[in-house]
């Protein structure tokens, strides 16, 4: 489903963008209720506490909001099992997200120079950890799971603007 | 610019919220008269010195929590959940 | 020329193997690369270099710094045009352009000057008390065009901003020797450290002394790796302890530049701590015609002939003022500038009468306390009349200051709240005791530990300025704005007395340099006259900038594209494919039509509407909102948001609601279907999608905690692809489209979920035209394929792409309402066709409440009503007037959508219109810009009422 | 003594002694027949309405700092009277009419400058709604007028006419009548005016309670200066409504934000006209002395601190630029805020209060400045006979309770 992504780069650093990220959104209404506990169960790992992210076979598991949590997968075909194992389990619910958000995956020594420059964060958030932001003035969920490297998600519709503000700042640190 | 303590995403900038004014107002039922309506929906205390007021985390995990905050030196008194009881705060006034 | 360059070993910042060519008022001159324009200027000789803004007076250089009032220029032409540019701060370049500014035709010959033989009869405020005959429009533009300084460009700048967010424990501001010296103490405690230099140079005044302590301490902070930032001064301390700095990339003027570079970078540092350390202005004597080229600030002339190796002038009068004044002589001697005479103010009182040379220094002469005279031949008259601590941050921060009445300085009281002073700018001038006072705050500031108290000392014993008496000739206190001792004397007289007042009346510090030489003094002279001390005028609390910094640098990358996103349709390259004509709709660029070859926007609208009416027509409705509502409190909650019943939807029903705000007012619409006993889809519009999600958030998360609901967007999951017409299906069954979700088999109004070729879809029946039609979501970036695979169906069903304007016609047609269009912030349901609605639900709901105030019940609230065009052929204007008779009369109403209806073959118009359920059949009266159309009241909807079309 | 040419050459001859004060600065007196708290213009302009047109001048204007030091010295000076309700547009036009003669009125040059306003349209959507608000300023007998996007252009080439800009625009509307005037003067001249016809204006005065009579009615202030008594009680103090409210025991629909506002270094003419643009939020003009006026916008947080986030300062050179790319290279030079008082419908508050012989004027929220001649002229009326003035009318405390709310800003989709 992904498009072909797009490449900038700068001097230590390149920035590669991705859309129709595979993505299924975890619903629930306690993180520490049944509905997580069988979601935790299905992903083969706890679910990242506030402010976190994890790696778990094929799935990233990314903390969102008290009562959400993004599961995204390489392929679409991976979420369906979680989807199902999910399915009408009391509680929480999935809701499918996948084509909603577009990554602009930064990788490099330039990380921290990059990130500061969005106007939002004085660097990328510490290995293992997310960070909700605004960042080039839209809502932005940063992963970073890489020394060298960190996801920048974004909304579809506003990715052309995040990506256009991370071409200039790299045709700037250039 | 401000520095808010997002109760999930921690401290972060002013311009990722939107303030929605004072918190802790009880709603009426609709059996109040025209007027208790009108004070419920307009009239503030609007206080110069610690303010109530709820908070939502707009750029990041969408939350809205609630601040105690000095509206003249623009400090920070307390943030604490909406599920949370009020914390006391030094300098409020009755 | 009595400037002139020194020889070496002076000159610390200079390179004298590199030679840099550059023009001044269209001369060419050279200098050494270090200079700056001030510096190269002075080493040629010239003196006279700008005019003031209201006297027009010929200005010189006065200071070395940030504060320099008079020496502005404009910097190079076109697009890169720089106005009023400090000489003193501008480092010459080769190919570096500049004239001065407020001159006309020249700084040598400027007409404006004429205002100085009128000098007398132009006081302070003088426009407050004249002009008023006949009028002040008579007058205003000559004087617009005399005020102003330089001349701003006219075309868009080509270069780049860019911003930085640092985080740090401890910024130091100013990397003088106390900057240094807090910075390298906070290092070694542990702390991570960032140190702003506002030059190129560390050191402030210490670094062009040649200084080896200084050298020793950089060397250290960058061994504990202190952070540290070149050419970027901290210009505001805002909230929670937020340091902005503007960094200073590439060089101003130079020639040959790339068609953009990156010319300036802001700093947004939040600190835990902040140290001042910035230093002190030198504050000037008051004396007659104080402001002729050759007047300067003392210590700008050491560091001109220590920095620069240049000496402002052969022969000088030094008028000391100060301890630190005096101390200056033998230091100027000794880079051989001679001293032609110290006016010692300090103790015998001796005073300049007055100074000689119109465009320049040639004398001065000298007035004893005793009232002997003794003229002095001079070149050069450096003025030392104590010390001005740069207070700014410690200011801006909320710290308070108080008075040093020996030193006639304000200094620091006490810290500032998350902000420390050190150095000069505390008002520690003993070298040794600033130094291990700076040392003791950074050391504490690491460790978290009580900070020491600064030590006020060493600034020497210094009398306020006072005004010269018994002299002709203009005192200036505020050089750029014309102010002088006479105008604070006659604001003093008219009762204009507080700092405020002064400031405002006078337009002391009102400049570019905002008073950084001027402010105290003013404040000093005021008190004088009123027999005040200088605190109890007051002391206005300083404001950011510190000092004037870019329109650009401030908005960093928030200009062109990047001001604002824009959000492009996933198959925006097919709407290309189609030809459509783009427009913005909120923050959408969407398709408003596909006109043809030679048609023009309404002619498309009208023929795509009456293809949809006729075969068929496809819409991109993708940017509409898309919630996705679960919980076992789901459709109560819904109840409460919309009126209109939620909880009583089967699965796979949907129905049209309307949202309301707590004061009843109509904030959006849309279509809630039930995907399943939990679970609903939430159609809102697509400028209302972000404030439905926050008030559903807000109802959820602050009001009704006890609901168990989870409000999840989806709005960027689904696409949205809306086939209507009376062959939409025959459109999408020749497609491959499920027959279960044919007419017969799926009702208007219902959802099914469906798959096509394993693409999951979501179709709902609804219909914003009034034909039969589908709105398909289907994932994001599918639409295209989806798109393109209905197109290569099109033709045998006589189908066409239709956009945003035609979808307005056909809603027209059936009289349904836009919100934002037919409704604005005051519309209640009620005026929008649902009161019946409103008595119908039983149970409460956001906003009812409001509905049943006294405004609410007026009969005369306006009401969507639809206007025919009496002569069957007038569009009416959309915004036109309702009422009886012309202009100016109470408005009865006003057109809100008005089109030309192919169906009907005449046009439309929706309007609100006072008690307008009531006048149905009436004529009324339509005004519009002087013009005025009758109108028949007619019943909605205009087209097919019985809503027979919807099935097809 | 009259301000003239000829006061100015005089002046000239014999020097700052030839000058009377503008205004004394007295002692209280124990008593006065009304007092008026707050000497920004609306106070100002209510004791000198007072005198001139009810003959009351036994009156005390009570100040906690300077005369005109708050929200009428931090405004960007506007002045306009393009409403669209007709009790808006009644109220601000009887307002501008009184600005039109303001200058001769109070021998004081408030330099009234009637450069327009123009309001620009970035779609056609705006351009409805503009054509909306035209008319129905026209129906309330108040010049306004369409422009097409070239007549927007000649009156302002500087804006950004690019088809492809973010923000295009398709055209406007102005009314030529608007424009800008000297706040200070304003606040001076009401104040000199209001001196000379034997106005107390006590400064450093602030007011720390009120003192009742057995029915709560007012009778008087408690004053950092010593208590005053007085018969009727005039609030007008804008940001700081609440405060006194509260200290006479009622709250107010009121909430105070600080409004910003700033000014770039001064450069040769390049704007001639006001320029607003609703969809940036930009609101740009350039004043005589050469600066380029910008703002102002509100932070959107109460506030009771008279300084601005950085935030909203970059959002507002951020709209600047998005209009008129060639501000780029000016500098900012100065940024302030003032405290405004915000009530929901953005319209003011003028007359009664529920405590007896206590009567308010607030609530103009960011639109103060131009109000401030009707402001006076109807708070003097009802301080003056206990009936509120026939503009004054629908702008009572009541209509928050009767929902009868008078909402520009929604209605027009832009905040006043």
């Known amino acids: 489903m992904a498009e072909a992504p797009t490449l900038h780069a700068a001097p230590g650093i390149t920035a590669t963008v991705e859309h129709g990220l595979p993505v299924l959104s975890l619903r629930y209404f306690d993180a520490e209720g049944e509905f997580a506990a069988a979601a935790a169960r299905a992903a083969g790992v706890p679910l990242p506490g506030p402010g976190h992210v994890v790696r778990s076979g094929p799935f990233i598991m990314a903390w969102r909001s008290p009562t959400e949590t993004l599961c995204l997968a390489a392929q679409e075909a991976a979420l369906a099992f979680i989807e199902q194992a999910l399915a009408d389990h009391p509680g929480g619910c999935t809701v499918e997200l996948t084509g909603a958000l577009s990554a602009v995956h930064l990788e490099g020594v330039r990380l921290d120079d990059v990130v500061s420059r969005l106007g939002g964060l004085a660097g990328a958030p510490a290995v293992g950890a997310t960070a909700r932001a605004r960042l080039a003035d839209v809502p932005v969920l940063v992963l970073r799971l890489e020394t060298e490297g960190a996801s920048l998600l974004v909304e579809r519709p506003l990715a052309e603007h995040l990506e256009g503000w991370i071409r200039e700042t790299l045709l700037d640190l250039a | 610019m401000m520095l808010l303590s997002c109760p999930w995403c921690g401290p972060r900038d002013e311009n990722e919220f939107a303030c929605a004014g004072t918190t802790h107002i009880v709603r009426p039922g609709p059996e109040v008269s025209d007027a208790e309506w009108g004070r419920y929906l307009f009239f503030r205390a609007n206080p110069k010195g610690v303010h109530r007021e709820r908070w939502r985390h707009v750029y990041g995990c969408g939350q809205w929590f609630n601040v105690a905050r000095d509206t003249v030196t623009h400090q920070v008194l307390a943030v604490y959940r909406m599920t949370e009881p009020p914390p006391a705060v030094p300098g409020e006034g009755p | 020329m009595s400037g002139h360059r020194l020889a070496a070993p002076a000159g610390a910042f200079i390179d004298r193997s590199r030679t840099v060519e550059f023009s001044f008022n269209g001369r060419p001159y050279q200098g050494y690369e270090g200079d700056t324009l001030a510096s190269a200027l002075l080493a040629n000789g010239v003196r006279l270099v700008g005019r003031s803004f209201k006297l027009h007076r010929p200005r010189g250089i006065w200071s070395a710094g940030a504060e320099e009032p008079s020496a502005l220029v404009d910097v190079g032409s076109g697009a890169r045009r720089t106005p009023n540019v400090r000489a003193t701060l501008l480092p010459i370049v080769p190919g570096l352009s500049c004239v001065s500014v407020n001159c006309w035709p020249g700084v040598r010959l400027d007409l404006g000057a004429v205002n100085g033989f009128f000098a007398a009869v132009l006081p302070a405020g003088f426009y407050y008390k004249t002009f008023k005959w006949p009028d002040w429009h008579w007058y205003e533009p000559a004087i617009r065009r005399m005020a102003g300084l330089g001349v701003a460009p006219r075309e868009p700048d080509p270069d780049h901003y860019e911003e930085v967010t640092h985080a740090t424990d401890v910024l130091v501001v100013g990397a003088g020797l106390a900057g240094l010296a807090s910075a390298v103490a906070a290092a070694r405690a542990g702390a991570r450290v960032c140190l702003l230099s506002g030059s190129a140079h560390c050191g402030g005044a210490l670094g062009w002394r040649g200084d080896v302590e200084v050298a020793g301490l950089e060397r250290e902070a960058r061994a504990l790796g202190v952070r540290i930032l070149m050419r970027t001064v901290a210009f505001g301390v805002y909230d929670h302890n937020l340091v902005c700095a503007l960094e200073t990339v590439s060089e101003e003027g130079a020639a040959d530049l790339p068609a953009c570079v990156l010319r300036e970078r802001l700093w947004k540092i939040r600190a835990h701590s902040v140290i001042a350390a910035q230093g002190a202005f030198e504050r000037p004597v008051v004396f007659p015609d104080n402001d002729r080229p050759g007047v300067m600030l003392a210590h700008a002339a050491l560091k001109y002939a220590r920095a620069f190796a240049v000496a402002p002038g052969r022969r000088a009068l030094l008028l000391a003022n100060s301890d630190a004044g005096l101390a200056l002589a033998p230091q100027l001697a000794a880079c051989g500038i001679e001293i032609a005479a110290v006016a010692d103010g300090r103790s015998q009182q001796v005073e300049v009468s007055a100074v000689h040379g119109a465009r320049g220094v040639r004398g001065a002469t000298l007035r004893a306390p005793d009232g002997s005279t003794e003229r002095v031949h001079c070149d050069l008259i450096l003025s030392a009349g104590g010390f001005a601590p740069a207070v700014h941050l410690h200011s801006q921060a909320g710290g308070r200051l108080r008075w040093i009445k020996d030193s006639a300085m304000f200094v620091p009281d006490g810290a500032a709240p998350g902000l420390w002073s050190v150095g000069a700018c505390a008002g520690a001038f003993d070298r040794a005791q600033a130094r291990a006072h700076a040392e003791g705050t950074g050391d504490a500031l690491a460790r978290g530990q009580p900070v020491p108290p600064p030590p006020v000392s060493g600034a020497g014993i210094c009398p306020p300025a006072r005004a010269v008496a018994r002299v002709s000739g203009k005192q200036f206190v505020d050089l750029q704005n014309d102010v002088a001792a006479g105008d604070i004397a006659l604001a003093a007289r008219e009762n204009y007395r507080s700092v405020e007042h002064l400031k405002r009346y006078t337009t002391t510090g009102m400049g570019t340099d905002q008073g950084k030489t001027s402010n105290i003094n003013a404040l000093i002279l005021m008190g004088e006259l009123t027999q005040r001390a200088a605190p109890e005028v007051g002391t206005t609390r300083f404001r950011p900038p510190y000092v004037p910094v870019s329109v650009g640098a401030v908005v960093g990358r928030r200009t062109g594209a990047l001001y604002r996103p824009l959000r492009r349709l996933p198959a925006h390259e097919w709407h290309v494919g189609r030809g459509a004509l783009f427009e913005i709709f909120g923050d959408w660029l969407r398709p408003a039509a596909y006109p043809l070859a030679g048609e023009s926007l309404e002619a498309a609208a009208e023929r795509e509407a009456h293809a949809v009416r006729s075969t068929a027509g496809i819409l991109d409705g993708s940017p509409l909102g898309k919630l996705e509502v679960f919980g076992p409190d789901a459709a109560r909650f819904l109840d409460y948001m919309y009126v209109g019943s939620m909880s009583s939807l089967a699965v796979g029903q949907a129905r049209y609601g309307l949202l309301l705000n707590e004061n009843g007012t109509v904030v959006d619409d849309g279509i809630v279907a039930r995907l399943g006993a939990e679970r609903f889809w939430v159609n809102t519009t697509t400028a209302g999608i972000e404030r439905t999600q926050a008030a559903f958030e807000e109802w959820l998360q602050c009001e009704f905690v006890d609901f168990r609901v989870l409000v999840t967007p989806v709005t960027s999951r689904w696409a949205n692809v809306t086939v209507a017409g009376p062959r939409a299906w025959a459109w999408l069954a020749a497609a491959g489209f499920d027959p279960a979700l044919a007419p017969a088999a799926m009702k208007h109004m219902t959802l099914k979920d469906s798959r096509i070729e394993g693409v999951p879809l979501r179709v709902l029946r609804a219909s914003f035209s009034g034909e039969l039609g589908y709105e398909i979501n289907l994932p994001a970036l599918k639409s295209r394929w989806l798109l393109e695979r209905l197109w290569s169906k099109a033709a045998g069903i006589g189908a066409v792409p239709y956009g945003i304007e035609a979808l307005q016609v056909l809603r027209v047609e059936k009289g349904y309402l836009h919100i934002g269009t037919d409704t604005d912030g005051t519309t209640l349901p009620q005026d929008v066709g649902f009161a019946r609605g409103l008595e119908r639900k039983s149970v409460a709901f956001v906003g009812r409440r409001s509905l049943t105030r006294a405004a609410g019940r007026d009969p005369k609230r306006p009401q969507m009503v639809g206007l025919v065009p009496a002569d069957a052929t007038t569009v009416l204007p959309v915004g036109a007037q309702i009422a009886d008779r012309p202009p100016p009369t109470l408005t009865q109403g006003h057109v809100t959508s008005s089109y030309r209806s192919p169906a009907l073959g005449h046009p439309v118009a929706l309007a609100m219109l006072a008690d307008g359920a009531a006048r149905t059949g009436d004529t009324v009266r339509v005004h519009h810009l002087g013009r005025s159309y009758a109108a028949r009241v007619v019943a909605l909807p205009f087209y097919d009422p019985k809503g027979s079309r919807l099935n097809g | ?416």
Request: proline residues 5%.
């Open chain 4, 1 to 416: 003594m009259k301000y003239s040419a000829l006061a100015l050459l005089r002046g000239a001859l014999s020097g700052p002694d030839s000058w009377s004060p503008a205004w004394r600065s007295p002692e209280p007196k124990p008593e006065y027949e009304v007092i008026v708290i707050g000497a920004g213009g609306h106070g100002l302009a209510t004791a000198y309405y007072l005198a001139r047109n009810h003959g009351i001048r036994n009156v005390a204007v009570l100040e906690r700092g300077w005369l005109g030091g708050g929200n009428t010295g931090r405004n960007t000076t506007i002045v306009r009277s393009n409403y669209l309700f007709p009790e808006s547009a009644r109220l601000y036009e009887f307002s501008l009419r009184l600005y039109e003669s303001l200058t001769r009125e109070l021998n004081f040059n408030i330099m009234l400058s009637q450069r327009g306003l123009i309001l620009l349209a970035h779609s056609r959507h705006d351009l409805d709604a503009m054509s909306r608000w035209a008319n129905a300023m026209r129906m309330n007998g108040i010049d306004a007028e369409l422009l097409s996007r070239d007549e927007v252009a000649a009156a302002a080439p500087l804006l950004n006419l690019s088809p492809e800009a973010r923000f295009p625009i398709l055209g406007g509307f102005t009314q030529r009548r608007a424009g800008t005037a000297r706040h200070d003067a304003v606040a001076w001249g009401y104040a000199r005016a209001a001196d000379a016809l034997g106005v107390d204006i006590l400064q450093n005065c602030e007011v720390r309670g009120f003192t009742r009579d057995a029915h709560g009615g007012v009778t008087g202030v408690e004053t950092s200066r010593g208590p005053i008594r007085a018969g009727r009680i005039g609030i007008a103090a804008a940001g700081h409504s609440s405060v006194l409210a509260r200290l006479a025991g009622f709250s107010l629909p009121v909430t105070s934000y600080a409004l910003q506002a700033m000014v770039t270094e001064p450069t040769k003419p390049a704007l001639d006209t006001v320029v607003l643009s609703p969809g940036t939020g930009a609101y740009v003009s350039q004043s005589d002395k050469g600066e380029m006026v910008l703002g102002a916008s509100l932070d959107l947080f109460p506030s009771y601190a008279q300084r601005g986030s950085f935030a909203l300062t970059q959002g507002i050179l951020a709209s600047t630029l998005a209009i008129f790319p060639s501000f780029s290279r000016l500098r900012l030079m100065r940024q302030w805020a003032g405290i405004v008082d915000v009530v929901h419908d953005s319209s003011p508050i003028i007359g009664p209060t529920p405590v007896p012989n206590l009567f308010i004027n607030c609530g103009w929220g960011t639109g103060g400045f131009k109000g401030i001649p009707v402001g006076g002229w109807t708070l003097a009326h009802v301080l003056a006979t206990g009936r509120s003035h026939e503009l004054a009318e629908p702008f009572q405390l009541e209509r928050f309770y009767t929902g009868r709310l008078i909402d520009e800003a929604a209605a027009a989709g832009i905040a006043h």
